[in-house]
């Protein structure tokens, strides 16, 4: 107990303004870079290398020393240096008991190695005490000082102390250390700066995919189909007006399957008559991406926004409507006004409206920042309540639009639906069960499933 | 001094990466759901129950025993059963000395009990060291793995080591513990997760009773007037020309009210001659949803100018646009530019643009991660100085565009006043009003009283 | 060892619902808010005060001893008065050792002092602990409530105790504390109220400048050539035509402006061979305002976007169209749809909204809460590839939307330029130099240079 208090003595900052000595193992790219910034910070800082010729690299104002008398000179010592050369670490073991070992290291691939470096570092050296930080940041950035993203450096390790002074060294130089708890989590803090959107990938896949269908299916069936039949050449279409019938198809189509997965676990668990079995993996796995899916939908929807509004200021647009009001110039009468029309044009167009208003509400609480300060039950109420209103919004906007090409032939050019049918067919199939979900039958023994009520209980043995 | 240490170090984490055993006292729906997912986090669980058979609902992983067994098995104990309930754990106040009791539990009603039900917990055994932590995560969110919103698990406690340990285990569950405190802070988090809104709803019900009120006026000036004593049916109108009139109208009303007790609270001080004394309950109460009433006034606004947007697309403008000119055509002329019209068309669309993006402007500095980046002198600038901007703006938008309605008698149907009119009494209230508070004779006591200086000391006493 | 530990056991917090006695030195006005606060959240309130007279102003259920009685009953003192004055406090270091004393103490200045209020403090009285907090909150919030902003109070001191102490205060007056570390941090905390944008300056004065010089430069040639030499007078076209014209050019600008630091900095790192050289401090300053260059330059974009699509509501624009048709109408014919025309309008608008969704998707993943959320290869990939993607996008939507003048002789007014060759000088040189640098044989040796190679290691001595 006694000298382990004593040890805590050692480790407290120091009131006066000097900052402790750093010693740094390795002088590659990263050590080089830590080094210069630490100085800058106003540490002294020691590198421990093998050869102590390379000083040109080095920042002018830092120490070079072997290993074992770098190691002496500070508490702290950052492992600058691959995994594969960890275990030349070994026979230092004695100089670096009680130190505290910053493990900076990033592997080339995720999981490559069964155990995180920093449990491997604190197994090889059990008598030090191993922090990890710094993994996420990068040399370049801590060298120009453009830290505009990771400012955050993930910390963990097992002993509180060290961790605590790696924390401070984290802060003066100007970052934000985040405590991650224990060193299990080192694994997960390895992992993170080798990922590029892992969970955007199927969702942008998919939206890619549906895209790419569409754009062929529009580009059959209104360029080639007039070239072939009407012998007009649209092929301007493919700048603005294919692409407006795209995004609000792909867009009402992601939005469908953010709540799919929703009506599918509710279907599952009232057939199971329990919620204590896993759902299938597929369905785990894209009720986890629902949230991608759904801000992909509202990047869909806010293109189809800006393509509709520049609408009247587009030659075609212009020229199209100077043609009408001319003819009916010239044939020297003014058509009288179309109530019917007014009110579907009015309408769809208010629909639409409302439902993108409420989308990207739904997009703004999806902020992480937004999302922290709602609870529970408000983010439900957001994302299922207005949700659910935000698909009924934009299905009808469609059913509206699209509902007089329904039963005209004309619409069928090839015998293929509009593109408008195709798009409803999810939404629609979402809201009707749905609807059927809500009814009190229904809607009570799956409030009971998923208050841990079992129908059948011998299902979970 | 002796005994508290050896505890100390007996509950520091291991080095190793076995995970400690946590005991859960009760099998209810929230217990089995966080046992699941510790054992999947690698826990050892031990339920403490009062009958050990009905183990088909928990995980299949998890020991069960009785109470005291169970609780000799683990440092953290979890206590998932009802505030009614925790009367039963006196009799183990034994086993349960020094141990980490975990509360978990939330009430049905805001402020249910006189204490929290954490502090009641530690009433009864005031041996045990009492944690909370968990209430506002859900239970089905835990078990879906579906946790997007609430990762953030607030934790408070008397003892440091005791929430350590627990925010560790919150950490490896893929949870952010955020450390509140004291053990006095557990009434605020149990009343946390029972709140929906609760600083929106007064301004939502205002904007809803505005909204309303707006309705029926304009249904009964545009449509239903109109349809008596033109005889034309305009119904299609409540789809977009209405809204169009009420969200701008209702935006500005919330926009100047945002302003209005700022400017009624100077009034105060300065009749008061001191700012100790506290403003009337209504005026706090005022100030406190001054946020959520801009940014209702923002979303009015962003409706606002959707629905102006797509004002060219519309069957009935397209129309109207079409009559005007074939009627020009028919009589063969074209009418010279107006130009007094062109400037009023230009500036008060340039006004209300630079209006709405300065409102903009201030709806994302007000984002949680925005408004935390900026310091005190920073965002009053954007809030104070923008946002007065913001207001001019919008009033001088609303004067331009509805000031050749305010002279025409044809604008004044069954001798009501036209909507615009009624929108720019508050909006032209607190900007004169505030004008004058920027006088020097009255903004110089005004500073003073709010630096500390009172006119009147008696008042205070 | 012992002694420590005691004291230690004394400032833990009570289980007890009571809070401990604070005591505030000194009776101006952040000492009497924060006393009025304190009193409000449960604290008993002591004042240390010269004249214990002037009570009227204290709040009532204060006390108010003299400063060495008023110390005498708390752990924690707060230092509500000026740095000049606090020598006095070293007579009383007797009566302050070990105790907790938080400096709240703003300067009126940045760096007023040679070191911070806090150390300075602590160099005066060794034996207390010193702990920074409370600056960053306003005394008027404090008093109102209304502190939507800056909840955060950056706390930090030596004592880790003592820290914690505060931090427990903080939390119980409703604010959120932030740990910033050792005294050290002092000076930055100290700093922080008294910036106003400071990373803003230079964007902001640039952007205002380029926006001067084109407006004079739009004004000269669209409006006052057009009245002397056609002896129009369109000089409503300052309300929305000519603003409609600096915002893309001035966007477009700063966009590039992003860029260039980036590039000029390859250039200088090839040309050194060395990437262990600083860079021209304008080249820093340059690189670390690029993101509010950007945001700026969102900002540019998005005025442009509402400045284009409220074209066809405005008078000036009807009327064109109108007498357009008009004049149709009256020749007795309709021009065919120009194909190349259709093509050109389409295209241009495509690229334009194309580019600036990809600008508000690089503004939202600059959002603190989302930045904080993607690792380093995520935030690069937004920012470099999808930024370099939109900077391509909006300069082909200038040349596609301007080419049309480039060639015209009618475009150049008075000799000059149009304004939108001079808005494409910067992106395209921007452009031109980054395609040269992706090709291999420029490419290798830069990346060899950033993962710290040196062509010539003698630069580096």
Redesign the interface.
Known sequence: ?NKN?SNIMAL????S?K?ETVCIFGT??FG?ALGHKMIQSGYPVVYGSRSTQMS??IPKDAEVLSHAEAAQKAAVIIIAIQRQHYNFLTPLAEVLHGKVLVDISNNLKLNQYP?SNA?YL?QLL?GSKVVKAFN??????L????L?????VFVCG?D?EAK?MV??IV??LGLTPLD??????AQEIEN??????PMWKFPIFLSLGLTAFFFFYCLALDIIYTYIYENK?F??FI???I?NRICPVVALILLALVYLPGVL?AIIQLYRGT??RR?PDWL?KW??C??QLGLIAL?FA??H????????????V??R??????????N?K??P???T???????Y??LG?LG??LF??LGIT????????????????V?SKLGYLALIFCTAHTLVYGGKWFLSPSAYRWYLPNIYMLALIIPCAVLVVKFVLIFPCVDKPLTQI???W?RN??Y??
């Open positions: 107990m208090s407290t900052p120091n009131t303004n900052r590659g790219d080089r040109n690299l155990e449990e604190a059990p996420t940041v990068s040399a370049w950035a060298q120009s000082g453009t505009d993203a990771s400012r955050q097992d509180a605590q924390m401070n802060r003066a991650q708890g224990s060193l299990l989590a993170y700066p080798l990922q590029l959107f050449n092929s301007f700048a603005i007006t692409p676990a919620k204590y759902f785990d009720m986890l629902r949230k990047a806010s293109l926004v800006l393509y509709t509004l520049v609408m009247p200021i587009r030659a075609f212009s020229w409507t100077g043609k009408g009001i001319i003819s009916q110039a010239l020297n003014t058509e006004l179309n109530n029309n007014a009110w579907l044009s009015d309408s167009l208010a409206i993108y208003f990207v509400l999806s902020l992480p920042s937004v999302s922290n300060n709602v609870n529970w039950r408000e983010f439900r109420f994302q998923r208050q841990g079992e209980p011998k979970s043995e």
